[in-house]
């Protein structure tokens, strides 16, 4: 029977999304590996391809169509001998089914997401055997599976009742059929922790401000213009409400004197000018934060609902601003990193944030965030944790200021002032002060960094 291809979830938070181009039309055929579509999430624009071969039956969902739900169907895939006429002619994009006792809707297995670095090869055709209809175990309850799993399985003898699945809600792909021998069951799926695949509750769920029709009627007599919302957007005002009202944010301050940071960094980059090489004071804030969260590792942790992970790796997010919003881009194992290296990833990361080439495994993650508005002339702020993340760091300009230097005289240094937003849920008072007293350290002292 046609196969029905679902709106992906292409990012673990993804909730809908907008199919910004189809890649195939109506009558084409496709294999393994073929792109699509290409589909505008919160943060990026990505393809994603098939999984199985056919031919595309109708298209459901057409080009530019924004707020599509993960799990609505898009198209049709028809496989081989079947045609247009086996389409019901009624079909048409159905809302993904709300959570409740019913099975969920069941995600296709042709919307295999493409990794944003190249196009994925896609797994080996099966044979042209029709694919059995849809088992069902002993209980008479159907068993999910994709058509190319189904004809896999007939062909190997394998029982679809002993599969565990591994795709979305526990459907059975071509991957678990593979890897089962005949009358066993295949191992299970290792999953992702909840707490990370758990989508941002909506701004909505509790109201932050008046109606929007009690503010329009506000300003009906004004002119303005009406700046319709995109998907950063949208999620950036949802996460951002969630943080502030369900985290409970305490904040710590310290003023940071960089002139020890300035000359380091001066004479380091001298000797790496032929290399190409120019350390920014953000570089040294980033391995100094990945150090002190080694120094004091209990506070190198995230918020998981009902407990909490400690890392062992110093994932560093740092906040990216480009056109209508921002990103995070996380720096794994920063602790492990030499500034040089920090220095050419963080530019890498960053050049691509702002043209939206990011893959989400490269934004999402990390125990830990920088935002730096000292470049733009801000001297201290208190900024918005980024749950799960246990804390963020603010950092404010460097400026010249009278100082009391160590003989008791009044002279000047070039100080920066920084704020430590703590999730005390995860990081309590002292041990938080603990961390950014670490940071202070490392930052004054910065040849400590490279022992």
Known sequence: MPTEILMPALSPTMEEGTLAKWLVKEGDEVSSGDLLAEIETDKATMEFEAVDEGTIGKILVAEGTEGVKVNTPIAVLLEEGESADDIDASAEPKPAPASSGAAPAEPSEQTAPAQSHGRGTGPEKAPDTPAPAAPTDDKGERI??????????????????????????GRIVKADVDSAQPGKAAAPAKTEAKSEAAPAPAAAAAPAGPSTETVLKMYQTREFEEVKLDGMRKTIAARLTEAKQTIPHFYLRRDIRLDALLKFRGELNKKLESRGVKLSVNDFIIKASALALQAVPDANAVWAGDRVLKLKPSDVAVAVAIEGGLFTPVLKDAEMKSLSALSTEMKDLATRARDRKLAPDEYQGGSFAISNLGMFGIDNFDAVINPPHGGILAVGAGVKKPVVGEDGELTSATVM??????????????LGAQLLDQIVQNLENPMVMLA
């Open 144 to 169: 999910f599976a994709s058509p190319l799993a189904r004809r896999i399985a007939a062909q190997k003898g394998v029982d679809l009742a002993s599969v565990t699945g591994s795709g979305p809600h």
């Open 417 to 430: 002032s920084v704020t430590l937003s703590v999730d005390h849920r995860v990081i309590d008072g002292a």
